[in-house]
């Protein structure tokens, strides 16, 4: 996750305050670091962040940090890095991306925000629901620094999310706690979490609220401009700012659906995206899909920053069903339709499917559901080949080729 680049997209006036955001997010742990006051923390981006907020750490996300890497197009510098030292090329690229980086002792961060580098943790906490990989990643860090890498292990390919799973989860995210009380120097305060779950529910509301103003037609942003507005939505959840800057940004998006503004001029088509950006092409996917009249009104990335379970009255138990209860962990059916209601909802014409090379987990083209999806829902489906940050993987040629055709396709239904 992170801000990616600019098209010739509609920008929003929101974006001024976005920036102001993100900037204030990296400010303020660089300052932490800096007076070793408060502690920072490490989390995985769908790992227990309200915890850790109300516990009085900062928290600060690699994967965001991976997502900065892909869209700066830096990752190609650093992968290569960390295949180096035995990090595989086919495993995150995020992950080889980001360790490259560090071993470099290199950031972009230091520039667009003006700090001293990636804050360094005092603890490091890891959610394995979206995959193995945050684990592997995480341990590194906890070598290098020589501070606690805690976690949770989470139940994965579940049609179902059960009580079962929900009590197994919350009780590992209860016995997180006397390790962090001991990094921290700080006793848990449950109305401190009561608030924080609170303000994570709340920019989790908003953040629905404004993806789902993409269903009217014309849609009023894409999912190019969702991936950079949903920057507070993962590095600030649980604060007072990102609720304040998605009613903001609400306000800017019903006032483009009011007045009938398209992101898109001449939208023919409406698509959803299947699986992970390609960090570094944001840009000229915009520019590809705004020349074809086709919006990509969905995904299931972006909507993964959605998490109504969250209960500030039962925080332990929502945050565990919350976190369980995402798209990564479930099996293909409870997939399908997923993605069934969202075309529904949102009136799109055809499905993209990014299979990213090194993310198994976030590539579901691989056991046919485009082919069951095409058939259940009567609508076409593509398979675009690529990866999120290890542009290797990516034949731009071959990938517009396919997507012309495809919108071809879509002219004629
Ligand atoms: S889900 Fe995929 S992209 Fe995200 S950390 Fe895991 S392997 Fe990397």
Known sequence: MGLGQSSDRREFSATKKLKQVMAQHFQELDQAVKRGSPKVAWCTSVGPAELLRAMGFLVYFPENHGAVLGASRKAMDYIPVANALGYSPDIC???TSDVGAYLRRETPLVQTYGISGVPKPDVLVYNTNQCRDVQDWFHFYGREFKVPVIGITSPRGVEEVTEAHVKDVARQMEGLVPTLEQVS???LDMDRLRHVVGLSRRCSDLWKEVLETASAVPSPWTFFDHTIHMGPAVVARGTQEAVDYYEILLKELQERVKNGVAAVEEERHRLYWEGMPIWGKLRDLANLFMRLHSCIVASTYCNSWIFTDFDPDDPFHSMAKAYTNIFICHAE????????RIVNQFQIDGILF???KTC??????????PQR??????IPCLVIHGDLNDLRCYSEEQAVTNIEAFVEQLEEN
């Open 93 to 95: 690229s995020y992950l």
């Open 373 to 378: 999806l095409q058939k259940r829902l009567g």
């Open 360 to 369: 198994p987990n976030n590539s579901n083209s691989r056991y046919s559901m």
């Open 354 to 356: 990014h299979d990213a």
């Open 333 to 340: 059916g409870w997939k399908e339709d997923y993605i069934e």
């Open 185 to 187: 120097g700080t006793k």
